[in-house]
């Protein structure tokens, strides 16, 4: 048991409760928000008349005859085909996740092992790369994707936001790799382990929950990804993102708002339950990133 001397005075134990509860009663309240918002006709959750419509939706019950209404999920999921939009981000994300995770998890084991000098000229050449916006990037593909007839597909975005996010992942792994003492690798081949089979079985089992932390930041680039996609994709092709932009429609069409509020609720729900899903593993492999042994 704690000592009296060991314990923070109860003044500072409460102002810090209360600092972590209005943090995070601010960092959750966009979303709370636009979660509320999305129930409501777009009269209400933009009324610039009376704001408090937004929170008891007076044209809501006028409209529908009740203060909540599921109109806007009923317009971008079953009108507007947002579902396809969601099939899309999937297998896009499926496919980048898996490709980055296979090479960055080869190459940057094979760096972190490697003990010639090239190593880091390769790593800086891979950062520089990855520091250029992608915007630059994709306007050097366009040509041979029109060209190729191989515009609009889903493989090719795959590859470019591979292409664009594996420096990210190269960089991260290689950092995890480094962490894990080489002793490991000596003792599988004393052994009779191979390269690859020390690699696998007994490196990738100890670093598990760094592969899951890059792998997971690298899905979060490519599910928010807006840049890309929205180049390489055609209209009847889209992902999550680019689809919710064109709910907001543009200076020459009309778009429908709570559309795009409806839908960015549903994109952002599965990010929150991933985090939570996979929370310890990427609490843990953030840390074992950040030790090396």
Known sequence: MASKAQRAPLSLRLATNAFVVVWLVIAAFPFIWT??????????FFSIADWT????????LETYGNRFTLSGYEGAWVQEEFWRAFINTGIVCFFVVCTSLTIGTLGGYALSRSGYRYTFWLLLAALIFR?????????????????????????????VLVAINQPFTLWM??????????????????????????????????????????????????YNDF?????????????????????????????????????AVSATVPLFILVMVFQRQIVSGLTAGAVKG
Request: aromatic share 14%; hydrophobic share 50%.
């Open 35 to 44: 979660l509320w918002g999305s129930f409501k006709v777009e009269l209400d």
């Open 53 to 60: 419509n937004s929170l008891f939706g007076v044209n809501t």
């Open 131 to 159: 520091a250029m916006p992608p915007i630059t990037l994709v306007a050097g593909y366009l040509l041979p994707f029109f060209e190729w007839n191989l515009w609009g597909r889903l493989s090719t975005t795959v590859i």
């Open 173 to 222: 792994l290689h950092s995890f790799f480094q962490s894990i003492p080489k002793e490991l690798d000596e003792s599988a081949k004393v052994d009779g382990c191979t390269q690859f089979q020390a690699f696998r079985n007994v490196i990738i089992p100890v670093m598990w929950p760094g592969v899951i932390t890059t792998g997971l930041f690298s899905f979060l680039l490519a």
């Open 227 to 263: 840049a890309v996609t929205s180049m390489l994709l055609s209209d009847d092709n889209r992902t999550m993102v680019p689809k919710i932009a064109a709910f907001l429609g543009t200076t020459y069409t009309e778009g429908n708002v709570m559309f795009a509020v409806a839908a």
